[in-house]
């Protein structure tokens, strides 16, 4: 069938994908000799490109904290952080010394035993390293090429100021889907978001701390678990959504992997 | 969907709503203001939202019937003061890309409120026409006949950008 005439809103329609397969081909025929309206279909996709040009950096940036905090508490005069962990479930469960989880076997269990209020200066790390992990988007974050981890190192470290490595757990079964570089109190501080091979998201959250060497510990925030460990000058968590035994065993897995790889 | 779930695809769509709203308002303190406001709500009435139903437009919604309130009360105030708010961009080496780029902002900023809306929902949102017709509660005609006026208005105002640009260059 051949095109008489093409509407505005034809044209328009070209642009944003909204007419049949079969009118747009009849539209792209006509707009081969049609100049002024192929002209047209050009300059209105060029406006699209502009947009985007001028407006995705803000997909980048980091959400604010005072809207953050909207998910925390509504009060105001204290750190976004604290409101999040006002309203936020902390605990301890129990330290994983001696690389087990004797005692944890499950929520109801660890309970009675060894749940406890999460002390108020790990508070901040577990609340950070939680909202990180649930606001974590990895289309807006620094993907690794494939085979190039080493550029992803230098990225970080760059970023950071110091050296930090990514870790490896591919071997874990875990692969690397991006990092990013975070505003905390003391500095950047470096996102790693892994999947593992149901493509469950996991991911290692890493800031610059004088500390004073804890021991890898189990922790809740709200539904996500959470193990956490510092060295002499950095603190870590590594948080996932899980929630079964296995889900703890495997998260435990791989913290302690980072544990070997990361911590001196 | 247990309203954590809900509340993380709420978190999720923040950097849309923010890149939406800075566009629309031209003024970023504004606009994230909007968009706590939004996030404020939505969360209020998350029990509202349908499963199966789009998260994006629900938001986008409020956020347009947020943005309209304000606009209505302040066009009651008598001393309004428009803010001029074009964004500042970094000198970029390609100089010529940056003019164009600031033409079309110039222009943007140009443009009605209702032009402007439905050029940034489907130009940059890449929203379906029923799409930004829920959320602007209009009809999809309505939208296609924005748009197509909105697009040329846009175009007609960068070329003339663009030959005022020249000719304070020749001069």
Known sequence: MSVDRVSDSELNALVDGELDPARQAEIEDWLADNTDDARRVARYRAQNAGLHALYDDILHEDIPPETLAAFGARRSGIPPWAAIAAAVALFIVGAAGGWGLRGMDDKAEAGNQVVASAPIDTQELMVRAAMAHVVSSVDDMHKPAPGRLDDMDEYITDRMGKPVRVPRLDSFGYKLLGSRVLPDTAGPAAQFVFADDTGKKVSLYVRGEQANGVDITYALADDLSMFYWNDSDRSYAMVADVEDEAGREALLTAAKAVYGQLSK | ?171
């Open chain 2, 1 to 171: 969907m247990s309203t954590e779930t809900k509340r993380q695809a709420v978190v999720a769509e923040i950097p849309r709503l923010r890149r939406y709203a800075i566009a629309l308002m031209r003024d970023r303190t504004q606009a994230d203001d909007l968009v706590n406001d939004v996030i404020l709500r939505a969360l209020d009435k998350l029990h509202l939202w349908r499963e199966g139903t789009n998260m994006r437009t629900w938001l986008f919604t409020i956020m347009h019937n947020l943005h309209a309130n304000e606009m209505r009360r302040r066009s009651r105030m008598l001393d309004v003061v428009p803010l001029d708010a074009a964004p500042q961009r970094a000198e970029a080496a390609n100089q010529e890309a940056v003019v164009e780029l600031s033409q079309l902002s110039d222009a943007l900023g140009d443009l009605s409120g209702l032009h402007r809306q439905v050029l940034l929902l489907i130009g940059l949102e890449g929203m379906t026409y029923a799409e930004a017709a829920g959320v602007l509660d209009v009809p999809v005609g309505t939208v296609m006949s924005r748009l197509s006026r909105a697009r040329e208005e846009l175009r007609r105002r960068i070329d003339e950008g663009a030959s005022t640009a020249t000719i304070r260059r020749v001069k």
